[in-house]
């Protein structure tokens, strides 16, 4: 198993974005890492709650309407 957090990967991630952007200026930063992170998130969240949407809301803390919103906009249902 790694010794990095996910806050090390995401850092990391992201130096290596802006990097490789060289001079372009980049936009929506915060959306793009949001997005990217929420995705294998809501997977195995559900995949922990046998694809009980109402369980896997209680375990992110969210509403069971933003959840099944938020598997809409990631293609996950």
Known sequence: MSKD????????SLERYFK???EQQPTNVYEMVVFSVEKPILEVVM???????SQA???????????????QQHGLI
């Open 47 to 53: 995949a922990r709650a046998d694809g009980n949407q």
């Open 20 to 22: 490789d952007l060289g």
């Open 5 to 12: 957090t996910i806050q090390d990967v995401i850092k990391k």
């Open 57 to 71: 809301a209680a375990m992110l803390g969210i509403n069971r309407n933003t959840l099944r919103k938020k598997l």
